[in-house]
């Protein structure tokens, strides 16, 4: 068995490789096999074990990451989340590779939304504000560049020195951005093209009624039913709805169950999930005034992807 | 990530090393919390992969044993079964290492067999007679010849050319050991005092009643509805019942999910598991000439605690 760090991955596969993988699958759905998340809690609170598995009949290969959330880490200087994926050839039964699973993570989290941008949002997007600067935000911030000719990049966290520290960091890769920390959410929700949360907040983190005409969001930080970061009074007005997965949505996202429940938004109506999008290949947006939703929670079969992508090019780099 | 392969874990870790560390975990089961196994069809037939995670909360460890069932595989030259087990830290989160987990697994089959053996079998059996000699069979015997003066090996298997090469192997690990094939099973049923069958079958392999008084049998191949290598008939005349999990032996074992069906033996009559046995630490067998009989099909808390114990040795090892 191969072992792969965080380092040598990072190296080697980025950000386009990532969206570029998941939209190779979205092709090949058909040999995709996938148990239900397994979840053992192993102390207080979130404190838990996660096993994802999936498999791809046809591409012979299967995975499954392996995520431990130790909620006091970062008291010792050590991340919530730490994830491992382990790759199978199904045709020989060898179980080949162990990929650090934690940027990988990241990585495809932030795909989906890049994905979701190209999708939906304005072509002409120049304005992304991203509230929350946590561990997620970098790739999320990589992808929306990735698609959109981002020009100015808004910030918002609750402490705001982490947005400040954040800040730092974005300048030092993209000297070119234009950067501003925001005290008053308010401020950004009123300027920016796209939209992009990722916070585990149980409160929506912006209000729904600064919601600028011609807005993208995406949400891609509540993920159990008691997380809400999104105003779902946005949903009524919202010209396209669409999921990363439809039955993770419904299981998994608290302003979007929660929105069910009120009639707010029936989960009937979503216009689709990111297979949908990505297979159409257009722009899905009625108008440029129009206001477009994204939610994603994640799902093994992304995993999948984005490993196995990973591993192949990590195998062809090493020969 | 530090991964051990079979050679080195072989040379470390041994079935006496296997029977201790399970015997430790019968006194520290509060700690354990597993969820159902996994099994995601991957082709035709048995093909398929399955997951089986459990975690220790007080010693404050956790695993999951990934397992590749590939039956087209020995046309190959390769095994059928091939299994990994990732162990996680779960005071850091830290995922430490993967061991590979084909001879563990056929460890702590043996282990559990020898545990039921030293705590079933009559304490002068000196006749083990085994009935499969495929890819768990060497540490059955071994497991055997740990807890009783064993003096003499019958073999038999269905194809007797490969119970002639099991023996050979044999008698280069044992030189002192008497061992024999035979042609008819009868042969061996009738002499044994301790029967152990590792086999696959749909069918009985041994007919009840040539069971001889005072024998003792362990049965570890069924693990699946449709397997029945036990001749049920012999659970009336038996004078204890012991399974390694019940709940397991309820999904699993065919022999005895039909004896329940047909009224030969109820569940609820089970004398008890292998803790019980473990933890009570003497014979249970009424007479010397009292028939016993243990079925094993392996839960993930078998393979947390040779995994585990095998970890330590091998980190012990490595400093």
Same mark, same amino acid.
């Given at each position: 068995? *191969? ?12 950000? =386009? ?11 090949? !759905? ?41 909620? /006091? ?39 989906? =939304? ?31 560049? %990735? ?14 020195? *982490?947005? %400040? ?62 997380? *809400? ?7 009524? *007005?919202? /010209? ?47 108008? /440029? /005034? ?24 990590? !195998?062809?780099?090493?020969?």
């Amino acid at each position: 068995m *191969k072992v792969f760090n965080e380092e040598t991955i990072k190296n080697t596969y980025k950000m =386009s490789n990532a969206m570029h993988d998941i939209e190779q699958l979205f092709k090949n !759905m058909d040999g995709i096999s996938q148990a239900q998340r397994i979840v053992i809690p192993t102390g207080d609170g979130a404190k838990s074990m996660l096993y994802m598995p999936c498999v791809h009949t046809e591409w012979e290969r299967g995975m499954i990451k392996i995520t431990s959330i130790t909620p /006091d880490n970062p008291q010792h200087q050590r991340p919530t989340t730490q994830a491992t994926i382990i790759i199978t050839d199904l045709k020989t039964g060898e179980h080949v590779a162990s990929i650090d699973g934690s940027y990988l993570t990241r990585l495809r989290t932030g795909a989906l =939304s890049g994905l979701a941008t190209q999708y939906l949002s304005r072509e002409n997007a120049s304005t992304l504000g991203m509230i929350g600067t946590g561990g997620m935000a970098f790739e999320q911030l990589l992808a929306n560049l %990735e698609v959109r000719p981002i020009k100015n990049v808004l910030l918002y966290n609750r402490t705001t020195s *982490k947005a %400040e520290s954040f800040k730092k960091r974005v300048a030092d890769a993209f000297p070119d951005l234009s950067i501003t920390v925001v005290e008053d959410v308010d401020t950004l929700t009123k300027q920016a093209d796209i939209i992009n949360c990722q916070t585990q907040s149980a409160d929506p983190v912006f209000d729904a009624q600064n919601i600028q005409p011609g807005t993208h969001i995406n949400g891609i930080g509540s993920y159990r039913p008691d997380m *809400k970061e999104l105003d779902n009074r946005i949903l009524p *007005k919202a /010209d396209k709805v669409f999921f990363d997965d439809i039955e993770g949505v419904k299981e998994e996202a608290g302003e979007f169950i929660e929105a069910n429940e009120k009639g707010l938004f029936k989960f009937e109506d979503v216009d689709g999930d990111l297979k949908d999008l990505s297979l159409n290949g257009t722009i899905q947006r009625s108008h /440029d /005034d129009s206001i477009t939703v994204f939610k994603c929670v994640g799902t093994a079969y992304f995993d999948l992807a984005v490993a196995l992508g990973a591993y192949d090019r990590l !195998m062809a780099d090493s020969h």
